[in-house]
């Protein structure tokens, strides 16, 4: 099992940035990627970004591509996100997850942290 917990939401203006970190304990061998994900009001969680992490390869949710930067520190176990240019629609909860080499899809979450971007 691994632990995730997320920081560095907050409220911030349009056009603004802010990083997310996310911080992994537990069974962190086994991972093979780690993932945000978002969440607004009333609405479903959708994909934001994810990274390999052996070779760091990065995939983007195209209404973030050229925003938005995953990055990820394996000494640390702590995966980043990088959110440059927000708009008033980036508004939601962000979720960090983790995914292992044995299942190959997300078995693990994070307990969101809140972005809010006002217009």
């Known amino acids: 099992q691994v632990q995730l917990v997320e920081s560095g939401g907050g409220l911030v203006q349009a056009g603004g940035s802010l990083r997310l970190s996310c911080a992994a304990s537990g069974r962190t061998l086994s991972t093979y990627a780690m993932g945000w994900f978002r969440q607004a009001p009333g609405k479903e969680r959708n994909f934001v970004a994810r990274i390999n992490w052996s070779r760091g390869s990065t995939y983007y949710a195209d209404s973030v591509k050229g925003r938005f930067t995953i990055s990820r520190d394996n000494a640390k176990n702590t995966v980043y996100l990088q959110m440059n240019s927000l708009k008033p629609v980036d508004t939601a909860v962000y979720y960090c997850?983790?995914?292992?080499?044995?299942?190959?899809?997300?078995?693990?979450w994070g307990q969101g942290t809140q972005v809010t971007v006002s217009s």
């Open positions: 997850a983790h995914m292992s080499r044995a299942l190959l899809h997300y078995d693990s």
